[in-house]
């Protein structure tokens, strides 16, 4: 990296022709400046032709900026001195002139897409507010983007520091002091005479609102960073502009230049091997299996943290995976001679193929036995996921030469009660009854019908469900991939989502195990477009946490984490396949980059906060993988960044974890 004097030497030869270049841009600063016990004094800054922010009164600080022209775009070098001690606060505005904020289709990565109306009124959307500013732990890569679909042209703006300490505040409203040295800083835009803006604040600011818990907008705060007087602090932006042909395009090459920027790389010194970590998860089975008379299950939904102690729930599909954990445990016990694990997972079978479909031969897919509740309420998803593992077992049995006539059965049934909710335009309902009236009926989640619809034309021979799997398909490329409309796929939210685009990439990939020449390659570039997205809401870059805030103390590093929704401002282990799929990708389309950060995902995921005998992570149970990994100033209801919430779903965390350790399952599937 140059020097300052470099830097300095650049300006001056080049005669400031870079700054006025973006000053052109209509640049606009404002330095905050506060002394303890008192409302901040705020400053508008202006340029100068020497390089300096200069204020019309007196300041207790320099501000010098540098700009260098690099492959691309320029970097913005801000440098503060401290004449005198000093508590501040710097943001700026970058004005895209050319976008009108009603066209302009804006990106924060992991948080924010094109405008959040699908998310809710108590949610961050341009509904809410048309400017936005917000932390930088809320976002999967630091940078804040614009695209204007009239002219073509995007613009991102993004932070080029280690971003690696983080200072505590005694607040988290109004004007707060930070404890100590901090490198975070905020990100955002706005509307300014009806065109857009880009944003950033050192340190950082949330405005209007700051997203504090699940659908609570608290008041907007703005912290102060603090220097003593001839220190300097720097911090660095790179602004670029490219052409996309569409909001999708835009996406994927702002992905792209995160990953060339951010370089994540796979983590190192793993402690354990892929058995090693199965051993120790089924000690999640073996611990959280229930007998509740009519039903076998282990209890995965609504737990405590602390405790771990069981719930009597049993939850098929999200959140708690039981059929899916019982087939792992069934198949890993009879690989590795644990009759126990054998006996629980033919015993959840069993129960289910018994007593686990209703008179309408829906799965029971929600049952709390403490209250004596099974909700007249089904979702495609849910169903979906439950004949993708009774299909998975089923398969599995028929390889030992072991059949089940009577779930065979009971599977076909409820496939075509399935099929005969399908719409015309080829989607599924998202929520329904028993009697098949709906209760949500949008499309987002209809890609999760896709993978068991594949498997059973594979497993039955019967083409009408391959049919019925194209026709989503159809569905997913004209209202969901070609508008890039990712939502509604997750269950406990209903908003833009990484779950939308995770399933939409997996339904393509999923009809491109069972087609052929142009029709499979039609599928993989689908699930290509999609794939974008879902990577989008990928870590690529590791949060700081300050000290005393348990994750940071644990050690994780949240490279490879995705964040989870716009209403769900966590992360988690939300995985399963989707690696396999990157590698896939990487393999077909000759791009390495989606198989290394295929790699960065699994050394992340796998054991970072796994549970183990002498490090429990926090978790009261070993095996226990947690679930909402508080990461940024959000929490699902308690604690905040750097802890967990209180309650948690293991039930779906070990199932992702187990099957991001299974390579080759779904090719395996297909080829038997």
């Known amino acids: 990296m140059r020097s300052i004097a470099s830097l300095i030497s650049i300006v001056l030869i080049s005669g400031f022709s870079n700054i006025f270049e973006v000053s ?3 640049m606009d600063f404002e330095l905050n400046v506060k002394n303890p016990g008192n409302p901040a004094e705020k400053h508008s800054l202006k340029l100068s032709s020497l390089g300096l ?23 913005l070098k801000f440098e503060i001195t401290a004449l005198e001690d000093a508590y501040f606060n710097l943001s700026g505005k970058y004005s895209l002139s050319n976008y009108t904020y009603e066209n302009a289709q804006l990106l924060l990565p992991g948080f924010w897409y094109r405008k959040n109306l699908r998310s809710p009124q108590d949610a961050p959307s341009a509904r809410v507010s048309t400017d936005w500013l917000v932390r930088e732990d809320r976002l999967s890569t630091p940078l804040t983007s614009a695209y204007d679909p009239i002219s073509g042209k995007g613009t991102f703006l993004m932070r080029t520091d280690l971003i690696e300490n983080l200072a505590l505040t005694t607040h988290d409203r109004g004007e707060v002091i930070l404890s100590g040295g901090s490198d975070l800083g905020a990100l955002g835009f706005g ?47 790179r602004l670029e502009n490219f052409e996309s042909l569409d909001f999708s395009d835009f996406v994927s090459r702002v992905w792209h230049k995160s990953f060339d920027l951010m370089k994540p790389q796979a983590l190192k010194n793993q402690k354990f091997t892929d058995h090693e970590i199965k051993s120790l998860l089924t000690q999640y089975f073996k611990s959280s299996y229930m007998d509740l008379g009519e039903l076998k299950g282990f209890s995965g939904a609504h737990l405590e943290t602390e405790t771990c102690e069981s719930v009597p729930i049993l939850e098929v599909g999200f959140i708690g995976r039981v059929l899916l954990n019982a087939f792992n445990a069934l198949q890993y016990g009879e690989q590795y001679n644990d009759k126990e694990l054998v006996s629980m ?8 193929e018994e007593n686990g479909f209703n008179a309408h031969g829906f799965i029971r897919e929600y049952i709390d036995y403490r209250k004596n509740e099974e909700p007249d309420s089904y979702s495609i998803r849910r169903q979906s996921e439950g004949i993708y593992a009774l299909l998975l077992f089923l398969n599995y049995e028929k390889s030992k030469g072991r059949q089940h006539v009577n779930l065979e059965k009971k599977v076909l049934n409820l496939l075509e009660q399935l099929k005969a909710l399908q719409n015309e335009d080829g989607s599924f309902p998202r929520k329904f009854k028993s009697d098949f009236s709906l209760i949500d009926e949008t499309g987002g989640s209809s890609p999760s019908a896709v993978p068991p619809l594949v498997m059973a034309y594979h497993y039955f021979g019967k083409g009408e469900f391959l049919e019925s799997a194209r026709e989503v398909a159809l569905y997913q490329e ?19 989502d990484k779950e939308a685009s995770l399933y939409a990439a997996t339904a393509m990939y999923y009809l491109a195990q069972v087609t052929e020449g142009k029709e499979r390659d039609h599928y993989r570039d689908l699930a290509k477009k999609a794939a974008y997205f879902t990577l989008s809401w990928y870590y690529t870059w590791d949060v700081p946490f ?5 994750l940071g103390d644990l050690g994780l590093k949240s490279r490879g984490w995705g964040n989870v929704s716009v209403e769900n401002n966590h992360i988690d282990v939300f995985i399963f396949e989707f690696d396999e799929i990157l590698d896939w990708l990487g393999q077909e389309t000759g791009q390495p ?23 429990m992570m926090g978790i009261g149970k070993v095996g ?6 508080q990461h940024t100033a959000w929490d699902y209801g308690k604690n905040g960044k750097g802890f967990y919430n209180d309650i948690f779903a293991p039930g779906w965390t070990v199932a992702s974890i187990w099957e991001l350790l299974e390579i080759g399952r779904t090719t395996g599937f297909f080829e038997n």
């Not at 504090?212 to 001839?230: D, M, N, Q, W």
């Not at 290394?596 to 490090?615: C, D, G, K, Y």
């Open 53 to 75: 922010l200069e204020a019309e009164s007196e300041i207790p600080l320099r501000v010098k900026l540098f700009i260098e022209k690099i492959d691309g775009g320029e970097l």
């Open 478 to 496: 004209k209202f969901i991939i070609a508008p890039s409309d990712y939502f509604s796929s997750t269950l406990d939210a209903d908003c833009e």
């Open 345 to 352: 997972g033919n015993s959840v079978f069993s129960s289910y």
């Open 191 to 237: 509307k300014s005479q009806g065109n857009t803006f880009l944003s950033f604040s050192f340190p950082y600011s949330e405005a209007p609102f700051s997203y504090i818990r699940k659908l609570t907008l608290a008041p907007s705060v703005t912290s102060f960073h603090f220097l003593e007087k001839g220190a300097v602090k720097e911090i660095s932006y």
């Open 546 to 550: 300050a000290k005393g805030q348990m």
């Open 24 to 26: 052109a841009q209509k």
């Open 593 to 615: 980059e989606f198989l290394t950060f295929a790699q960065v995902i699994r050394s992340s995921m796998r054991e970072q906060l796994l549970p183990h005998e002498n490090n």
């Open 624 to 629: 226990y993988y947690p679930e909402v990994v």
